[in-house]
């Protein structure tokens, strides 16, 4: 293998040290959860470092491919790793309880979150089709698992078996795509396709276009866009509230991270014909998600549909193609952290065991619990998209750049499915303020959970009021 370089995989491998060493220690001495604590710190918190490194490095200059062109180091899988990573060990410290509760069993569970976070990164750092089909399946195995990792309910069996049986269905579908790619350029390299494509004109691009809609198809099923949706709302209620953040997070995350990589480099030149398409896309996740998130009278179920609505909304800056990627990030950065935030609220409600999560638990939320329900309050009107608020800031970028690319019919259907959502985000905080209280028990917050709710409250409030230091990082630092 040609240009070897470990600094190129250099956060992937600190994160893999600190799993096996967790597991062998687990093996070997069972010292836990605090070891596990400290090894998954390092981990994060050194693989987070490298990202910084490689983000300085490949800050303005052109894409480094090492590892025989497998792997890429630039502004976008760097940057794409602070963001990963950074959720990973949000991720840890909102399911903290969950954890300690599994005993034995936490160790696992703190290696498939840390396993998880390598796959989703190699989705962005992959240069390769097949390189980034590997850290697809990385990361989606490892959030099959997780998704009925508590085992004592039944339904969270089933949502994870059903997770797994459509997921594997979706990357059936991607990696024909891939080989449609391959067959219509002859390379699975993305940057030889994209030498290749920019200099031939394709007189029967057919199984380019096909190749193009299967990827759509395989990667809008990882981050839950319309109307590839379907097993998002199931998988989000039966999964564990401790872990339920990350599944929406992580997996969003990577998929546009994976999506933006591939159409924006080598299939740049044909904006015209996947623009369109992802334009339809946009507006079915808009309008679904928002009409059946008013009809769910489950606060997870109501979280997952207004997932596949945020989906489409993402998916509005890349109708702008390169010009759209740093506007996509800002959005993606700032609505992870929020989504963890809201269901690190939710498993503080209900349980971090727990599946179903009732809205009428939360009637008089705002007496029994004041800082949760503000910290919920803040969540609900960032994802709405009320001004002041990280939320905000994001829907106006990704809009903005819709708009320069002549989409204003997408951002009209954004505008009108923002301002229904309205509905059944202040549902939320009216049950908590103005409705009698429950008969709940006292609500526990550990340290890990107020950790995360300090993170979450304090980036929605600091990138709402002043959104434009991080537009202009995410803007200058990510040459694709």
Known sequence: MSNLDIFAIAPEVVITIAVVVILLAEVGWKPGAPAWGWLAAFGVGGAGALSVAQWVAGRGSDAELYFSEMVVVDGFSAFAGLVIYGITGLALLAGWDLITRLRSRGAEFVALVLLAGVGMHLMAASANLIMLFIGLEVASISLYVLAGFTRDRVDADEVSLKYFLLGAFASAVFLYGVALIFAATGTLSIYDAEQFLSGVILLKPGLLLAGIALLLVGLGFKVSSAPFHVWSPDVYQGAPGGITGFLSAGAKVAGFAALARILVVPLGTYIDDWAPALAV???????????????????????????????????????????????????????????????????????PEAGRSPLADYAGLGRRAPWLAATMTLMMLAMAGIPLTAGFAGKAAVFRAAIDADYLWVVIAA??????????????IVLMYMEPASESADTYVGWGARITLLIASAATVVFGVAPWPLLEVVRDAIPL
């Not at 997932?307 to 993402?314: L, M, Q, T, Y």
């Not at 990627?325 to 993606?332: A, N, Q, R």
Request: aromatic content about 12%; proline content about 0%; cysteine-free.
């Open 415 to 428: 505008v009108i499915a923002t301002v229904a959502g309205l509905f059944f985000y202040l549902r939320v």
């Open 281 to 351: 896309l946009a507006v079915i996740s808009v309008s679904i998600g928002t009409l059946f998130a008013i009809a769910q009278n489950d606060i997870k179920r109501m979280l997952a549909y207004s997932s596949v609505a945020h989906a489409g909304f993402i998916s509005t800056a890349l109708l702008a193609g390169d010009a759209g990627v740093g506007d996509m990030w800002f959005y993606l950065a700032t609505y992870a952290v929020q989504v963890i935030g809201a269901f690190t609220v939710a498993s503080l409600i209900s349980g």
